[in-house]
């Protein structure tokens, strides 16, 4: 599963609000949409991406929770969160290593300014069993 990240700022520039940081362009949109749309056609052809969703901005997001036993309900986003998952892609390929490079390739995806500074992505094994998890 290759995780990725953004924050909320991020996901407010790319709505075209002013930040104080880059502003995202028509143009920044359609071609990250196009970087995308292109490199999932890649990994469908391949036999490699079982499924990928980008989620709704973290505004949007609902914290569930236990404090002494009581379950609490949060809404998003949370001040002391600065990044949040924003999509995954699941991917079953031959290796750890070949994931490591389909989340290098999506890396590459055009982003206006300096966006790309602070991006990351987390590549994580998916266990298929109990006796995956090795306890």
Request: proline residues 4%.
């Given at each position: 599963?290759?995780l ?23 143009e920044?949109?359609?071609a ?104």
């Amino acid at each position: 599963m290759i995780l990725s990240y953004a924050s909320q700022q991020d996901i407010d520039e790319m709505s075209g609000k002013d930040t104080g940081r880059v502003t995202w362009s028509q143009e920044d949109m359609a071609a990250m949409h196009q970087f995308m749309s292109t490199v999932n056609k890649e990994l469908e052809e391949s036999g490699e991406l079982v499924e990928t969703r980008a989620l709704a901005a973290p505004v949007h997001t609902r914290r569930m929770g236990s404090r002494d036993g009581v379950p609490f309900v949060t809404d998003g986003p949370y001040a002391e969160t600065q990044e949040v998952l924003a999509g995954y892609w699941i991917v079953e390929c031959e290796s750890f290593d070949r994931a490591t490079e389909i989340a290098a390739r999506l890396g590459q995806c055009p982003f206006p300014g300096e966006v790309m500074a602070n991006a990351y992505a987390d590549i994580r094994p998916v266990v298929e069993s109990a006796e995956d998890l090795g306890f």
